[in-house]
């Protein structure tokens, strides 16, 4: 799974406002109809409480999570229990486009693998809509986005990037490269943001997080990358930078690459330097695994640096022998 961290919005049409005690209708598939009750509550935000199919619903999201990504799951796991459905949603909706992308059912051509983006796209276009959706996964994304008046115009931006790693991708300028990782990875943190009780004026500093995990994921996984067919550095840095792409092939990691990669890594410290106030900010129970998120990547970029910016001959993810006493001081409070 890409970039589910994991982090303009046009909020999700509600279908009809009720007040608490009061009684809403949604339908969620054919003839049949969803029936919601606000829960009365006496402070913060009254929401309603799904009926058995929508409940159904949500559960064929959790068990995708679970399925396919227990690591996440369990994170998930650690967030408060409200809010968790709308994340095994999220999850659901953005698995269904990476498995259109990448996974071992795919369409066979490029334009067959965006025909069905399209259509994937266009079934949660319906959903939002209507407020209801037959597919179990887009009438649990649409009722999460309702519920949460989650940006689910951001969808629509994912959904452009997953176009493009559709074929094989080169990305000509440092312009492609930052519309690519605002429609991915800068996307999901704006829709997750409100999940991880993040204030308003802080949503855009949870996409920044995010696009500076999805960088430090492209400069540690080049050579990875590179065997997808892939190159997410700029054409045109690396011209600047003298590197060809038959050394990204043959794994020659010449001087202009490791200067290439500093820029990279450089670039990607100011990234999380300008979102270091922001775990503070989070709703306590999810500080820690932001906290935790944000110091094992620091971290790889730490690696990348002492193996002299050299990712084509060296495994640049974080050994365990660091992971393990990182996360005990994150955890500990003894780290950043």
Not at 38 to 61: E, Q
Not at 187 to 206: D, F, Q, R, S
Not at 213 to 242: H, K, S
Request: with cysteine; proline share 7%.
């Amino acid at each position: 799974m890409r970039n589910l961290i994991g982090f303009g919005c046009e909020r999700a049409r509600v279908v009809a406002s009720s007040r608490a005690g009061s009684v809403r209708i949604m339908r969620v598939s054919g003839a049949s109809h969803l029936l919601l009750r606000r829960r009365p509550s006496a402070s913060g935000p009254v929401r309603p409480v799904p009926d058995a199919r929508l409940r159904a619903a949500y559960r064929v999201c959790r068990r995708m999570q679970w399925r396919h990504d227990p690591t996440f799951y369990w994170a998930t796991r650690q967030l408060p229990a409200e809010v968790r459905p709308a994340v095994h949603a999220l999850y659901g909706f953005l698995r269904g486009a990476d498995q259109i992308v990448d996974g071992r059912g795919r369409p066979a051509t490029p334009d067959g693998r965006r025909s069905a983006l399209d259509d994937w796209q266009a079934q949660l276009d319906r959903g939002l809509e209507r407020g209801f959706s037959a597919h179990p996964v887009i009438a649990a994304v649409v009722d999460a986005g309702i519920r949460y008046e989650l940006p689910m115009s951001e969808l629509s931006v994912y959904m452009d990037s997953m176009r493009v790693d559709c074929g094989p991708v080169r990305l000509g300028t440092r312009e492609d490269l930052d519309r690519y990782m605002r429609g991915s990875a800068g996307a999901v943190g704006l829709l997750m943001a409100p999940l991880l009780g993040t204030p308003a004026p802080l949503h855009g500093e949870m996409a920044s997080l995010g696009l500076a995990f999805q960088l430090t994921n492209f400069i540690r996984d080049v050579r990875e990358d590179y065997a997808l067919d892939r190159v997410y550095l700029p054409e045109e840095d690396r011209v600047r930078f003298g590197v060809s792409e038959r050394d990204i092939a043959e794994r020659r990691a010449t001087p202009g690459f490791r200067a290439l990669l500093e820029r990279e890594v450089g670039r990607a410290r100011e990234l999380f330097a300008g979102t270091a106030r922001l775990p503070d900010a989070l709703s306590p129970g999810v500080r820690p695994g932001i906290r935790l998120a944000r110091n094992v990547y620091v971290g790889v970029l730490d690696h990348v640096e002492s193996l002299g910016f050299d990712v084509l001959r060296r495994r640049a993810a974080l050994p365990p022998w660091r992971f393990g006493p990182l996360a005990l001081r994150t955890l500990t409070g003894t780290a950043g």
